[in-house]
């Protein structure tokens, strides 16, 4: 499934032949998604106004651009303004239908991988459900005093009223430009930043014509893999114990090299192992007897640590700071948003 995914990413990188010989889906899916916007934008089906504000960050390309760093940074943002933010979620690769809510406990294989990382490293609440208007309201039964929520991935959730958006794009861009499955692209590129927007470049420049604001990304800190599970603060020299050690790094994102050049831009040498994004550990990718493996946090919330035998896991968390312009247009944006009713 990985080497598929690699294969799918090069493809539309490129107008290529086999990229060209699948314009006519692209033309049907196109129909289709601009028939389903334009229900929702005639009244032809309901969209839900809650009584909180809404944040919803999303992508048009295909794949992780950087959503969950992104919703980790508002939410650090939205609380050092005295506000009291949860996260709804869809979910993806959970068997949940929901609404449900996510602990610390919670089985990946239950909430999904990505909402259970939300909620270890944000500790705020955290739902996650199909229908995500009916998860707004679950959430606001159990916890009354949110005054924010932040939408993961609802980007063509229409039925979900939005105060405010954030268009997350990586390094790829929108590829070749093309809609699924000739392209990338959930939905065209707009020509101008859509009404209540906010582009965010999970890159050190911007990589589409819209205007939006940059992000600095680094290695932040690595600790092994049962204390991570347990929330001890990391240790300090983990990374000069890495250093020199023959070392297998192992992503299961949609990204890989991604995760692999922030290692090296640390410093560390080591053999790669990229998964297919969402891999569920169900067995452990790496051969008996490997001493020293990293892996994201993605990874680290489907692997019990009882699990893993004599190999030393380590854990990598990310250092994703947006430009402080990015947090003061949200700000403003959700400011000038009607109030919820």
Not at 7 to 19: H, I, T
Not at 202 to 226: F, M, Q, V
């Amino acid at each position: 499934m990985a080497a598929w995914a690699r294969r799918w990413q090069r493809l539309w990188s490129r107008r290529g032949l086999v990229a060209c010989s699948l314009l006519p889906l692209a033309a049907l899916y196109g129909a289709v998604s601009a028939l389903h916007r334009w229900m929702y934008r005639s009244g032809l089906r309901g969209v839900e106004r809650l009584p909180v504000r809404v944040i919803v960050v999303g992508n048009l390309i295909a794949g992780g651009a950087g959503k969950t760093p992104t919703v980790l940074a508002l939410i650090r943002s939205l609380q050092s303004h005295g506000l009291r933010p949860a996260i709804v979620s869809r979910g993806y690769g959970g068997n949940a239908d929901g609404p449900i809510e996510v602990q610390p406990a919670t089985s990946a294989q239950v909430s999904g991988d990505e909402p259970l990382l939300l909620r270890r490293r944000s500790g705020v609440p955290v739902f996650v459900g199909r229908d995500r208007v009916a998860a707004v309201r679950a959430l606001l039964r159990k916890h009354p005093s949110t005054d924010v929520v932040v939408a993961d991935d609802g980007l063509q959730h229409h039925r979900l009223t939005r105060d405010v958006q954030v268009l997350v794009f990586d390094e790829r861009g929108v590829g070749n430009g093309w809609l699924l499955p000739a392209g990338p692209l959930r939905e065209a590129l707009p020509t101008t930043v859509p009404p209540r927007s906010v582009v965010l470049y999970n890159a050190d420049r911007p990589t589409t014509p819209l205007p939006g604001w940059t992000t600095s990304r680094r290695l932040g800190s690595i600790s092994e893999l049962a204390d991570w599970w347990l929330g001890s603060p990391p240790k300090a020299d983990s990374l000069q114990d890495l250093q020199g050690r023959p070392l297998l790094a192992v992503a299961g994102t949609a990204c890989p090299q991604r995760f692999f050049a922030m290692l090296r831009a640390a410093g560390l040498s080591f053999d790669e192992l990229p998964l297919a994004d969402h891999f569920d550990y169900a067995q452990l990718p790496w051969p008996g007897g490997t001493g020293d493996v990293i892996v994201t946090e993605k990874d680290a919330v489907k692997l019990d640590p009882s699990r893993i035998g004599k190999t030393r896991v380590w854990v990598a968390a990310l250092d994703f700071v947006p430009d402080p312009g990015f947090d003061a247009e949200v700000m403003r944006r959700l400011e000038d948003s009607p109030a919820p009713t």
